[in-house]
């Protein structure tokens, strides 16, 4: 059978943009053939299970949680890291759960979300002018010469960081760590007197009874409670590493990426005629991909027709991240546009990409209430038009870090010098990320036929 993925140079032929440029070619050239041998990080099956539950969330019977770092450090692959960033998203998808009464498809940004796009080629500091900081897979974050040089033995160490984080992941959420009865312990070091501890207190003490009495009466929930699915994802940018980490499906003969469940392409690389396209419309995984307010509706379909020309449920999700400010203008046309070809996708809100700003001080960073007023925004656009709130995109970390401010514990502008960690975009910190997931909560609670999509017009 002729090779469906097509070669690496052919991808390279397209000029596809954010690559870095190493000065030793024939080095990555032994780091591509030494990635080409190694043993895959997600199964196939898996990949066709999650796109078989995005079905599912498209059909308007599942909610998505999508969450992580916005980019994950080689420092932060240590158990307490790992451990805090996988309680986090699991608080928040049983607060989902809970309320929208529909299964929510958890998903990470994490075991491979180690490369960063750029909107500067470099940074200068002082007189200093060097190459841009490009994520832990290409470069170093400190500000110098030997620390920004692309290193392509860098997508070795990602590879081997992304085993190490997934191995864990797949222990803790099959391994007694995701059972409901420990709720509890996961935020019991929470600093009390929020109405966000106070919320997340009665939601385990509700979810507890209900476990209690089904006890009682004899019924096992069996592993449904005591563990979970758990799936991985990140922005498939360095070309190298993500043809690398294909392999074909021994079982079927098609075409996967063994780097994560679901890959998205970024709203800088998303060219209909570009390499990233071309490249993931060959695979088989479920694919996202994030849209910014300058997308075109016509734009969107173009590469939604070349993403998924079969119209699969669950092979697509459109991540839209428009802004606070335009969301209820910009998101109409293009939902419009795509349902109007008569495919079922996933429409997920990243309430982050579209609302960063710097501080007087000189920190990047998200104001809470421009996030929630995204998320607002989404939910009222779909409620009109009557489509399915897929789901949510959120970038946070398990860590109490002072990175967006507002929220509950109301973080200020000079608040963000505390503890200021990312390295990339400021993320939603451990209380906001609960917070952000009890207002979607009620959001869904509120929804008029949660769990269905609204008959067209012309059915009724
Ligand atoms: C990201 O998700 O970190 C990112 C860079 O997003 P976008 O492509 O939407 O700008
Ligand atoms: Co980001």
Known sequence: MKDPIPALEELWALRPPQQPVYDQPQERDQVVAQLRRLPQLVFAGECDDLRGRLAEAAAGRAFILQGGDCAETFEAVTAGSIQRRLRVLLSMAVALTYAAEVPVVKIGRIAGQFAKPRSKATERRGGVELPVYRGDAVNGFDFSPAARRPDPQRLLQAYYASAATLNLVRAFVKGGFADLQAMHSWNADFVRQTHVSARYEQLTGEIDRALAFMRTIGVDGGDAFRTVDFYASHEALLLDYEHSLTRVDSRTGQPYSVGGHLLWIGERTRRVDGAHAELLRRLRNPVGVKIGPAARPDEIVALAERIDPGREPGRLTIITRLGAGRVRQLLPPLVEAVEATGREVCWVCDPMHGNTFETAGGYKTRSFADVTAELDGFFDVHAALGTWPGGVHIELTGDDVTECVGGAADICEADLV??????????????????????????????????????????L
């Open 418 to 459: 505390n503890r200021y960690e990312t390295v990339c975009d400021p993320r939603l910190n451990r209380r906001q990320s609960l917070e952000l997931a009890f207002m979607v909560a009620d959001r869904l609670s509120h929804l008029d036929h949660p769990g269905r999509r609204r008959p067209p017009l012309a059915d």
